[in-house]
């Protein structure tokens, strides 16, 4: 049976964004996905890879951005995205009952997530869904300084084609974060994890990311919780 959605309203400074709440029984963990620059939190891709997750017994809360929720293009500058992470994540602490609290994101969901944390924001740990580590065909230019202050664990799950984040430079920088940070590539994948010559809707390909990171969060369960 599907785990009941709940919507819920959360404030960001006088501002509401909205958010979708999720809990199956006795869940290893809890979640919290925030969206893509692109695509809000009701794209195909979040709503797949979370439903998958309740499915494996992971309990998910995404939300939307204020500019999103406005309706406009452009992405919140860091702070508004970073008070707007501390208010989902409060929110999801609230329904907690005591399982670890998890920060994840797609790209700019992910990478406002991490700057969240480097700036004391808890979090059990942290989990990139193509993390943009640098500008398509800038490879210079990387958005790493944060990331070697970051002491919880990290998955970074990315495709091999994907442009933000080319060669090697991803396995040099988890290297450098240490044995913390753990990067899985997706054979194939370019930026939305499609697979070229491999066909399926953002749903399905959200929720085939879903298994490992279920696993990796079980692997940071603390003792008598993991499944």
């Known amino acids: 049976m599907p785990v009941?959605?709940?919507?819920l309203s959360i404030d960001v400074d006088g501002t509401a964004v909205s958010a979708v709440?999720?809990?199956p029984d006795h869940p290893v963990a809890t979640l919290v996905l925030a969206h893509g620059a692109g695509a809000g939190m009701d794209h195909p891709f979040m709503t797949g890879f979370t439903a998958a997750l309740n499915d494996d017994g992971v309990a998910t809360l995404r939300f939307n951005f204020p500019y999103r929720e406005a309706g406009r293009k452009f992405p919140d500058r860091p702070p508004v995205a970073i008070a707007t992470w501390?208010?989902?994540?409060?929110a999801a602490r609230e329904r907690s009952t005591g399982e670890p609290v998890w920060a994840a994101g797609k790209s700019f969901g992910g990478r406002m997530a991490s700057m969240a944390v480097a700036e004391g924001m808890p979090a059990a740990g942290l989990v990139y869904l193509g993390y943009p580590l640098h500008p398509p065909g800038k490879?210079?230019?990387l958005r790493d300084e944060h990331l070697y202050g970051v002491s919880v664990p990290m998955l970074f799950l990315q495709g091999t084609r994907d442009t933000f984040a080319t060669g090697n430079l991803l396995d040099t920088?988890?290297?450098r974060i240490g044995p913390s940070a753990e990067v899985q590539w997706v054979e194939g994948g370019d930026h939305s994890f499609a697979v070229a010559g491999r066909k399926r809707p953002a749903d399905q390909i959200g929720a085939g990311l879903a298994e490992p990171v279920a696993r990796f969060l079980r692997s940071h369960a603390p003792e008598g919780t993991g499944k």
């Not at 009941?4 to 919507?7: F, N, P, R």
């Open 173 to 175: 920088v988890a290297a």
């Open 86 to 90: 501390r208010g989902a994540m409060a």
């Open 21 to 23: 709440y999720a809990r």
């Open 139 to 141: 490879p210079e230019k």
């Open 4 to 7: 009941v959605e709940e919507a």
